[in-house]
């Protein structure tokens, strides 16, 4: 059984929006983040969640993705707003159990446990 498991990808015109959804398995999650791997690229974090509610964005996507958590439910979500075409990328859901520092939080080497991906595809 998956830990991670993303939903919500597809394709989308420039300027569109997506909902991106990750449901977990039950555990004490200190960080929740998703993370996008273009063609060609490193995979860089989106944005990223902590149990105490606090959120952390990348400069590229600050004001237009909300990454929220609904802890009674299990689930992940990243609402992305006005996509852009160089966003085209494989979008993976992460989750770490540890006690790394929040300033590490978007670096992918803190998280345990990753998801298989979802493709979100933006058109020009």
């Known amino acids: 059984q998956e830990r991670l498991v993303e939903s919500g990808g597809g394709s989308v015109q420039a300027g569109g929006s997506l909902r991106l959804s990750c449901v977990a398995s039950p555990d004490t999650y200190m960080y929740m983040a998703w993370f996008r791997q273009a063609p060609g690229k490193e995979r860089e974090g989106v944005a990223v969640?902590?149990?105490?509610?606090?959120?952390k964005y990348a400069d590229s996507v600050t004001g237009r993705f909300t990454i929220s958590r609904d802890s009674a439910e299990n689930t992940l979500y990243l609402q992305m707003n006005s996509l852009k075409p160089d966003e085209t990328a494989m979008y993976y859901c992460?989750?770490?159990?540890?006690?790394?520092?929040?300033?590490?939080?978007?670096?992918?080497?803190?998280?345990?446990?990753w998801g298989q991906g979802t493709q979100v595809t933006v058109s020009s």
């Open positions: 992460a989750a770490s159990a540890g006690r790394s520092s929040w300033t590490i939080a978007l670096r992918e080497g803190i998280y345990e446990y």
């Open positions: 969640i902590a149990s105490t509610g606090g959120t």
